[in-house]
């Protein structure tokens, strides 16, 4: 039986035809898509609407707890303009009387008030006789206590109905408490005010109190017999919680539900609606969407229907071309004019099949240049694998291949490492790419250097190695003095940009191992490092002040003003010489810094936008780091990046206030903005002397520390 079925169904799947695929994939997917967007739909839609219904019904809840609060305020305001009754103040018994019955007459919200003296009985009471004794309860001890009390539910004595007592105490007018007076208020009040939340024909709102009571109830259906106390909302409301959620009622209903407790009352407000009744709508929208699903399902089959009979056709045509072709015809192609009506996907399928066997000669050629195309690929591919993209020098892959090549060879060898000094410095002061620029020079110099035999690599971000075949230790040296006398010629050429390096190199006879070679050549490149940091850190940092020389023809000039202005300053203060020396120190490089500013700004005529004087800010931090580098000036390293500090903290880099700002600097920014006003510059003419003694002065207190200045003033 099972074989049969199998046999019936491939039969079956064997007689399909396009138009019967097409019109099921169409089936399956519109009905995929449809049940697929009536859930979404249906799904956001119940999400929305019960959302929305908790909102509200939480805001009516809130809204309720507000007005019940407010209900006893005012009753509250009630009871006591009753106890400042002149009946009542002075125990009229008879007046008292009927100000209560005319207090109930005018207001309908107590059922009843009383009066009860100190001893504990009512005298006066409008629903039960007098007499009745209430020195046990709460309220009356409270009261005579000087206290306003609501109480909780309770039983009336006289009445046997549930009740709220409001109890307020009377004073006399010598303010000595003359008894209490109470009002009752009735459930049957508090259903009353409950009532204003309705939502629907199954909503129900309850008020109950801390043990789940339900005193008060809206909405269809009578008042539970049990309490709510197994209710989630009320155990929500009684943890003191505010809000709505869903939840399975004490009823085993699906609700949504809003809960609210009122802490000066103990008690809580629950509002419940069941889901049903929310959804209701939604499930009557979704029956209308699925019916239009079936309709737009129908067309939908037609059009495949239609669609199919275009496509099969044209195709029956190629297939009974196709055939001949079996044959050996070639010559007779498919007539354009029996597709020329067809879907442009099977008019190229035709167009394809009559040129198929003309272009056989095109196809192997193409071939051919594509073997061409990934041959130059491959190369191209090779050459990036092996190369540095910077400096387009060997990369530590080919470099460690060859390594181990030579090893295996055994045949003499040298090696030499070599690293560019002060790559950090010019990175952080001048930016990567000056120094990518000091990468790329020392690059071309090594390969200027060494024979085209030797291998040249890069491999770290400053360092390279050369491997020397068939070298010896004389060679090797040779080939190094002839880079060291590139990189001289480099620098007399560039003296702005100087280029320094560290080399180490090592040769040696087989048997020997290149790894212990590599590591004593870099040992040997980094002794040389060290020897020579301090030097070579100088001649940067003077390399630099050079270049900014050549921004400014008085530069220098500048210089010697500031250290001599600087000194005047420091040996009328009476410093020592260690002082004296950081005041020649830091005038002399105080502007290093100006390296990394672009040149365009430093030599710009017209005024600084905001964006070019930031620029100029940071001059000197970058002069403070560079004096860091430099052993002999890391003293003044602070010194030196704190010249443009004010007096009163507005100055910059770090915005040093007062005698926070070192003594040097202060020294040295006023020698310098003594000396820089009386020059020419490029964007302003210099003042004469009396106009910068003035401008000190103007500036003293301000700008400048204004006993200095004082001093300054009276030394120059």
């Not at 967007?37 to 707890?65: D, F, G, K, N």
């Not at 030579?406 to 090696?415: I, K």
């Not at 004010?646 to 040097?664: F, H, Q, V």
């Amino acid at each position: 039986m099972r074989e049969y079925i199998r046999e019936k169904l491939y039969s079956c799947l064997q007689r399909q035809t396009i138009g019967s695929h097409l019109q099921f994939l169409i089936s399956v997917v519109l009905v995929t898509v449809s049940i697929s967007l009536c859930l979404l739909y249906t799904w956001h839609e119940r999400e929305l609407r019960l959302v929305e219904s908790e909102q509200t019904m939480h805001q009516s809840v809130v809204q309720q707890s507000k007005l019940i609060g407010e209900w006893f305020r005012d009753r509250a305001d009630d009871l006591e303009t009753i106890t400042r009754l002149q009946t009542v103040r002075t125990g009229n018994l008879t007046g008292m009387l009927n100000d209560f019955q005319a207090g109930l007459a005018s207001s309908k919200e107590f059922e009843g008030y009383a009066f009860v003296d100190q001893s504990g009985r009512t005298v006066v009471d409008t629903v039960a006789p007098p007499g009745t004794d209430v020195n046990n309860r709460d309220y009356f001890r409270l009261g005579m206590a000087g206290q306003s009390v609501i109480t909780g539910i309770l039983t009336g004595r006289a009445t046997g109905r549930k009740i709220v007592i409001l109890a307020k105490p009377v004073f006399d007018y010598q303010n000595e408490i003359r008894g209490i007076v109470l009002a009752t208020v009735t459930l049957q009040k508090l259903d009353g005010i409950i009532q204003n939340l309705e939502f629907g024909t199954t909503g129900k709102a309850y008020l109950v109190d801390e043990k789940g009571t339900v005193l008060a109830q809206s909405g269809p259906g009578d008042r539970p017999e049990s309490s709510l106390v197994e209710n989630e909302g009320y155990r929500q409301a009684k943890a003191g919680f505010s809000g709505a959620k869903r939840y399975i009622n004490h009823a085993g209903r699906p609700v949504v539900g809003a809960y609210q407790w009122i802490p000066e009352r103990n008690w809580g407000v629950i509002f419940e609606v069941e889901q049903a009744e929310v959804l209701a709508p939604l499930y009557d929208i979704l029956m209308r969407a699925l019916f239009g699903s079936l309709i737009i399902l129908f067309l939908a089959l037609c059009v495949a229907r239609l669609i199919a009979k275009n496509i099969e056709k044209p195709i029956a045509m190629l297939f009974a071309a196709l055939q001949r072709t079996q044959t050996g015809d070639y010559e007779h192609a498919v007539s354009e004019r029996e597709f020329l009506f067809a879907p442009a996907e099977i008019r190229g399928l035709c167009h394809a099949f009559n040129i198929m066997m003309g272009t056989i000669h095109e196809h192997v050629k193409l071939l051919h240049n594509i073997n061409e195309a990934l041959s130059v690929a491959e190369n191209k591919y090779r050459t990036l694998s092996i190369r540095d993209q910077l400096t387009q020098l060997y990369n530590r892959t080919y470099y460690e291949a060859e390594l181990e090549r030579l090893q295996a060879l055994q045949q003499p060898v040298a090696v030499v490492i070599c690293d560019v000094d002060g790559l950090k410095l010019v990175n952080d002061t001048l930016g990567h790419k000056a120094g990518d620029g000091l990468i790329k020079t020392a690059a071309r110099l090594l390969l200027d250097s060494f024979p085209p035999a030797a291998t040249v690599a890069r491999i770290g971000g400053d360092e390279f190695v050369v491997l020397l075949p068939n070298a010896t230790t004389e060679s090797m040296r040779a080939q190094v003095l002839v880079l060291y006398q590139r990189v001289a010629e480099h620098n007399q050429q560039q003296p702005g940009h100087p280029l320094f390096l560290s080399t180490g190199g090592v040769a040696a006879k087989p048997p020997f191992e290149l790894e212990d070679m590599v590591s004593e050549a870099d040992n040997y490149m980094y002794q040389e490092k060290e020897r020579n940091r301090s030097r070579n850190r100088r001649w940067l940092l003077a390399a630099f002040m050079k270049t900014v020389a050549e921004y400014d023809d008085r530069y220098l000039e500048h210089l010697e003003g500031v250290k001599r202005w600087g000194l005047l300053l420091g040996q009328a203060l009476q410093l020592d010489d260690l002082q004296l020396r950081q005041i020649e120190l830091v005038a002399q490089y105080h502007d290093v810094g100006k390296i990394g500013v672009a040149r365009h700004i430093l030599t710009k005529a017209e005024p600084l936008n905001e964006q070019e004087w930031e620029e100029i800010r940071l001059h000197p931090d970058i002069g403070g780091r560079l004096a860091k580098t430099v052993p002999d000036l890391q003293t003044c390293a602070e010194l030196s990046g704190s010249h443009h500090e004010r007096w009163d903290g507005e100055g910059y880099p770090n915005r040093l206030k007062g005698e926070e700002i070192p003594l040097i600097s202060r020294i040295v920014a006023i020698a310098d903005a003594y000396d820089s006003m009386q020059r020419h510059t490029s964007y302003r003419r210099g003042r004469s002397m009396e106009d910068a003694r003035q401008e000190l002065e103007n500036c003293s207190g301000s700008q400048f520390d204004p006993e200095l200045v004082r001093i300054f003033l009276r030394a120059v």
